[in-house]
């Protein structure tokens, strides 16, 4: 297949260098030090227990640029959830027929907007559960190398089997899934669970849940997310082999401390001791997700009549923060002042 994977950061390398190395023909769109890179020495997937150079890969600086190059057979898109309405007048731009796509981005709502763009049946969801990091451009590194991605169609007639295939053949196990929302609120459940804290606070996330105040305000913003599911009728799915659909309905009716200590469970027995993506925005300056995670539980959370106060708080507080309106000094390591007004 020809690829196009846009948004060549750390998730969107790592599917295009296995991808390369399956044998497709893989062009990254990524910025200029990652094109410079890739163009000098290919890409470098890093693993723990090896390190490859992957020469058979293309990279360009546009989307533009991909497409007077070349077509595509699948696009990939990578790009964080507030890039995705400059990728959508980007690529309608570039082409009146844009590929088959794949979003493999956090949070929700970048499939309804990919969808409105180019056609349900053109979109497809997925997500990615393997750690990974870009240390430099053109390296990308894997943590933990369980490959796993969930896969869903958006709507029916979407190319899910050659997609999957496609995948397979890179090397991922690939979890099918018939209803996208599922698939993406449940990974929405993993993203959200002691990010934003994380960051507000600058702890990493087993610090977060090992403190009392902290650990049970993630509890609370976790039954939150979890009664706009029901209210939206969304049932979590089995993702990378976690049982969320039993797990779900306890956890909702669990006292807060006791869902706070299970928690704790998961996250040390995952990312317990690498800062989540929220706390790398935040550190780097960088505009953040949190209105497409916590920000998500809100805003359909006001549509269902579910009240969200904490995840309300976490969204308001780290936006203010990433936006220089809140001094990140004044919450460093201060739970307590999470828990302002709730």
């Known amino acids: 297949m020809r690829i196009l994977i846009i948004g060549a950061g750390a998730v969107g390398s790592l599917l295009g260098a296995r991808l390369a190395l399956a044998g497709h023909a893989v062009t990254l769109v990524g910025r200029p030090a990652l094109v410079e890179a890739v163009r000098d020495r290919g890409l470098t997937l890093i693993a723990p227990d090896s390190r490859r150079r992957v020469a058979e890969v293309a990279a360009v600086d546009g989307i533009a640029t991909a497409f007077a190059e070349s077509g595509y057979d699948l696009a990939l898109v990578t790009v964080k959830a507030y890039d995705t309405a400059t990728v959508i007048a980007r690529l309608t731009a570039a082409t009146q027929m844009p590929p088959p796509l794949l979003t493999l981005q956090n949070g929700v709502g970048n499939e309804e907007a990919l969808a409105a763009a180019v056609g349900a049946d053109r979109v497809l969801a997925g997500a990615l559960n393997t750690p990974v990091a870009a240390p430099a451009p053109g390296q990308v590194q894997v943590h933990r190398p369980t490959y796993k991605i969930g896969l869903a169609p958006v709507a029916a007639g979407a190319a899910v089997d050659a997609v999957a295939a496609a995948l397979t053949g890179a090397g991922f196990s690939v979890g099918r899934f018939a209803d996208y929302r599922g698939l993406k609120w449940t990974k929405l459940l993993m993203n959200i669970l002691a990010n934003a804290a994380s960051a507000i606070l600058d702890w990493t996330p087993a610090q977060v849940m090992a403190d009392p105040v902290a650990s049970r305000l993630e509890a609370g913003a976790w039954q939150e997310a979890l009664a706009v599911m029901a209210g939206l009728a969304i049932r979590p799915v089995a993702l990378a082999g976690y049982p969320f659909p039993w797990l779900a309905p306890l956890a909702r009716r669990l006292p807060i401390p006791w869902l706070a200590l299970g928690l704790r469970g998961f996250v040390s027995g995952g990312r317990g001791s690498k800062m989540p993506s929220l706390h790398a925005a935040l550190n780097a300056g ?50 307590e002042r999470l828990a302002v007004g709730l």
């Open 286 to 335: 960088k505009r953040s997700e949190v209105g497409w995670l916590n920000g998500a539980v809100t805003r359909y959370g006001r549509e269902t009549g579910v009240a969200t106060p904490i995840n309300a708080r976490l969204t308001e507080l780290l936006t203010a923060l990433t936006e220089g309106r809140a001094v990140w000094d004044d919450y460093r390591g201060r739970p």
